[in-house]
């Protein structure tokens, strides 16, 4: 599978729809991206993203369903080393101060114990 951090800015949010809706047909897509092309340009987006590797797809019916290749949870973390190696020199107690930091940022208590706890057990597994 080829880096998900090479995708165009359309191919993104294609992939993002797929993401938020587990799978997604092409008048999915259409409808879930801001200012759509065309059924027919989308399908040719998808083809590409099918031929780098990053989606699957199924028939059902008259129309494909598209999936991606990649769990969510695995796509998320090579998503968040992108943003942290891109914006924060790959430190992610820098990207976690930024983000505790920032005024307006609601945590709630039960986020911050599910923290601490995630952090002793890191640190008790040597991590």
Known sequence: MSDPSNLSRRERQI???????????VHVIQRDLPDPPSG???????????????LKRHKVGR???YSARQE?????RKALQHV????????LTDAL????????????????QRLAKLIDESRKAGK
């Open 84 to 91: 942290l190696k891109t914006f924060f020199q790959g430190s």
């Open 72 to 76: 969510r949870k695995k796509a998320g």
């Open 15 to 25: 992939m993002d729809v797929i993401f938020a809706n587990d799978e997604a047909t």
């Open 40 to 54: 027919m340009a989308i399908r040719r987006m998808l083809s590409i993203l099918e031929e780098k590797g990053h």
């Open 97 to 112: 101060a930024t983000h505790l930091e920032k005024p307006d940022t609601e945590i709630s208590k039960d986020d911050y």
């Open 63 to 65: 129309e494909y369903v």
